[in-house]
């Protein structure tokens, strides 16, 4: 069947014909299905490529990017971000790229970087960390508009063109306060590290509606906005919290800021983190915290972005992810 082409095989196997030449120059992991779906059509039909058929895909730079706006500081003490990176990582190596790591941390960061980033042959295209609930981001208007094929990790604000993977982190606070005011806590304190960063204000927008779900005033000196626990508890304490919820990266400090100010947890004031790091089982008492699915999120950040690189970015793909409650001592429900 030699007269078979790259675009027949692609055909029969319901892929395009750049994936059909990235498998053949090998440039697909060898555990992907999509791989392992081409290969069979191949065998099937006994197709034998044309030098110039397989050269199709050697434009590609075979290395996507992830770009976050944040300085080094701020992101290397994110451990959350640290995971994520790490299944998108393992996610693209799968099907074989390699990830490149881009930190923009002000202005002059974007002036200079982004037209290395952005140009031909680089990368083949970028995930990049956006910041929820601040207005449209500009960077990502900037990226659309110089044609790189992107996702975005974390929800955008503003015009929905943007295709995204994210946590629910308004049903993930609903659910945390649900739970604690089940228990019976009636003054939640919430600790926002900042309004900014990726999911803060969906959890304060939480926060505010299951309280007026139950008819319940928002103290609005139980919600601080502070990077630093311990401080952050510190503040709240003399405000007599029954419960408090906050990033369980900050778990250590919260729990030292307690025991200062006399007061035991969960007998006293009942816990949840949100972010279920390993930090959260090592703790005394271990922190209850709702659970990002990272391995699932990074995944599809990859397969999406792989799917847009491949087929343009329309439709644009939306996908939420949602939180689930892992229950230990800290929010007294085990007690």
Known sequence: ?????LADIAKAAGVSPSTVSRVLNNQIGERSKVRARILKVIEETGFRPHAAAQSLASRRANNLGL????????????????????????????????LSLF???????????????????????LIVRVMEGIGEDPLLAQLAQLGVPLVASGRPAG??????????????????????????RRRIGLIVGSMEAPGGHARVTGYRKVLAERGIAVDEQLIVVHENGYLATQSLLQFKPDALFFATSMALDVLQ???????????D?????????????????????????????GQRLVHIL??????????????TFEEELVIRRSCGALS
């Not at 300085?71 to 971000?81: D, I, K, R």
């Open 103 to 125: 930190l923009i941390g002000s202005g002059a960061d974007q002036q200079k970087l982004l037209p290395q980033i952005t140009r031909q042959g680089f990368v083949d295209g």
């Open 269 to 297: 004031i009942a816990l949840v983190g949100f972010d279920d790091l390993p930090l959260a089982r090592q703790t005394d008492p271990p922190l209850t915290t709702m659970r990002q699915p990272l391995a699932a999120m």
């Open 257 to 267: 800021a307690l025991r200062e100010g006399g007061a035991r947890a969960p007998e």
């Open 159 to 184: 015009p929905e063109q943007t295709s995204y993977v994210a946590a629910d982190n308004y049903g993930g606070a609903h659910t945390a306060l649900t739970h604690l005011l089940s228990l019976g």
């Open 67 to 98: 770009l976050v706006p944040a300085p080094v500081w701020q992101v290397f003490n994110q451990l959350y971000f640290l995971q994520l990176a790490q299944h998108i990582t393992q996610a693209g190596q799968e099907q074989g790229y390699l």
């Open 306 to 319: 792989l799917d847009i690189i491949e087929n343009g970015p329309t439709p644009v793909r939306h996908v």
């Open 1 to 5: 069947m030699s007269h078979l082409t």
